[in-house]
């Protein structure tokens, strides 16, 4: 199972190809393959997933319900997927339209989310991260609410 934290900026090639940093390496799992699967994300980021962690995803995809919404859904998710394959430099090379949809050029911010990663323009990210300005304190307690609500806890 792979698992990714911290955050790293660095340069995009024209090619649109850049360098997995060695921390976010280290928790990628054998059984990824060295491959990643990158399609839409949230918020204005492409979200970025091992082979390993996209075979689960893909099995609760299956489970979305096939009505309109749902149909919706897996067109955004599945529909612009491409898979890449880290390369003996230890580079990805995301198509250029893909990069281009959430204005990355010439540098690429990459956010590890525990299951996968976040590749976000560097600008947009800091827009993104001011306009949510709420203490963090308020963030956890809204978290833990609905952890608790599941029977699951953040801090253990």
Same mark, same amino acid.
């Given at each position: 199972?792979?698992?990714?934290?911290? #955050? =790293?900026?660095? #340069?995009?090639?024209?090619? %649109?190809?850049?360098?997995? /940093? @060695?921390?976010?390496?280290?928790?990628?799992? @054998? #059984? @990824?393959?060295? @491959?990643?699967?990158?399609?839409? &994300?949230?918020?204005?980021?492409?979200?970025?997933? /091992?082979?390993?962690?996209?075979?689960?995803? !893909?099995?609760?995809?299956?489970?979305?319900?096939?009505?309109?919404? &749902?149909?919706?859904?897996?067109?955004?998710?599945? %529909?612009?997927?491409?898979?890449?394959?880290?390369?003996?430099?230890?580079?990805?090379?995301?198509?250029?339209?893909?990069?281009?949809? !959430? &204005?990355?050029?010439?540098?690429?911010? !990459?956010? &590890?989310?525990?299951? =996968?990663?976040?590749?976000?323009? /560097?600008?947009? =990210?800091?827009?993104?991260?001011?306009?949510?300005?709420? /203490?963090?304190?308020?963030?956890?307690?809204?978290?833990?609410?609905?952890?608790?609500? =599941?029977?699951?806890?953040?801090?253990?």
């Amino acid at each position: 199972m792979s698992q990714f934290v911290g #955050s =790293h900026t660095f #340069s995009v090639s024209d090619k %649109g190809r850049f360098n997995i /940093p @060695a921390p976010l390496r280290q928790g990628l799992a @054998a #059984s @990824a393959e060295n @491959a990643f699967i990158v399609s839409r &994300g949230p918020e204005g980021c492409l979200d970025v997933y /091992p082979l390993d962690e996209w075979n689960r995803r !893909i099995r609760v995809l299956r489970n979305v319900p096939n009505k309109r919404q &749902g149909r919706y859904y897996k067109r955004l998710i599945l %529909g612009g997927a491409v898979q890449c394959k880290m390369d003996a430099h230890n580079r990805i090379l995301i198509p250029p339209d893909l990069l281009k949809s !959430i &204005g990355i050029k010439k540098q690429v911010l !990459i956010v &590890g989310q525990i299951d =996968h990663l976040e590749l976000w323009n /560097p600008g947009t =990210h800091k827009a993104y991260m001011k306009k949510q300005d709420v /203490p963090l304190e308020d963030v956890l307690e809204e978290i833990e609410d609905q952890l608790n609500s =599941h029977g699951s806890a953040l801090r253990e």
